[in-house]
T-cell receptor, first 115, second 113 residues
Framework: EPEVTQTPSHQVTQMGQEVILRCVPI?????FYWYRQILGQKVEFLVS????????KSEIFDDQFSVERPDGSNFTLKIRSTKLEDSAMYFC?????????????FGDGTRLSIL | GENVEQHPSTLSVQEGDSAVIKCTYS??????FPWYKQELGKRPQLIID?????GEKKDQRIAVTLNKTAKHFSLHITETQPEDSAVYFC????????????FGGGTRVLVKP
């Protein structure tokens, strides 16, 4: 069964540094998402992306965050200047048809630790 | 924006018993309600979902019910097994809002053998 893949599985970064989290969505999917989960808390929506542009973003997704689909397969989340509170598990998800809500399939996540 | 509340936060059941988790949502425009199971350190895994044009859906030992009028939906797991132990999250989404999922706070289910 096709899966969403994410790299790296764990990223340790100094505060203030830039970090790029990478995702390869399921190949025929059209909608892409980033979520984060702070340890022990609920999963929180960051951003959705469709047709090469942001569809929706949350208040968490401020100017420090950006997303990009640099080629036909990758979908990236960049945090420009990391803060301690950015430490979390970041999940990428994808879904296929945009006609109606379709199931979102999650990757294994990237654990981001900011020191 | 949408707010999803989930209860209980923890649930301990004896193997073979049923488990019920309840969620309420605030935005009547929500039209899609998935349930995810998350084992420790792993990805949320979709286990069942329901759309607003349906009142109930069943898949083997799991079922979901939706009451649009009351804006609540529930997950029912029958004949629980130790491998059902995990954190379960409900979620709601509105297609017009970029399909974003708003999650509940999660229910930690422990099935005791």
């Amino acid at each position: 069964e096709p899966e969403v893949t994410q790299t790296p599985s764990h990223q340790v970064t100094q505060m203030g540094q830039e970090v790029i989290l990478r995702c390869v969505p399921i190949s025929n999917h059209l909608y892409f998402y980033w979520y984060r989960q702070i340890l022990g808390q609920k999963v929180e929506f960051l951003v959705s992306f469709y047709n090469n542009e942001i569809s929706e973003k949350s208040e968490i997704f401020d100017d420090q965050f950006s997303v990009e689909r640099p080629d036909g397969s990758n979908f990236t989340l960049k945090i420009r200047s990391t803060k301690l509170e950015d430490s979390a598990m970041y999940f990428c998800a994808s879904s296929d048809s945009g006609f109606s809500n379709q199931p979102q399939h999650f990757g294994d996540g990237t654990r981001l630790s900011i020191l | 924006g949408e707010n999803v509340e989930q209860h209980p936060s923890t649930l301990s059941v004896q193997e073979g018993d049923s488990a019920v988790i309840k969620c309420t949502y605030s935005d009547s425009a929500s039209n899609y309600f998935p349930w995810y199971k998350q084992e420790l350190g792993k990805r949320p895994q979709l286990i069942i979902d329901i759309r607003s044009n349906v009142g109930e859906k069943k898949d083997q030992r799991i079922a979901v019910t939706l009451n649009k009028t009351a804006k609540h939906f529930s997950l029912h797991i029958t004949e629980t097994q130790p491998e059902d132990s995990a954190v379960y999250f409900c979620a709601a989404s509105i297609k017009a809002a970029g399909n974003k999922l708003t999650f509940g706070g999660g229910t930690r289910v422990l099935v005791k053998p």
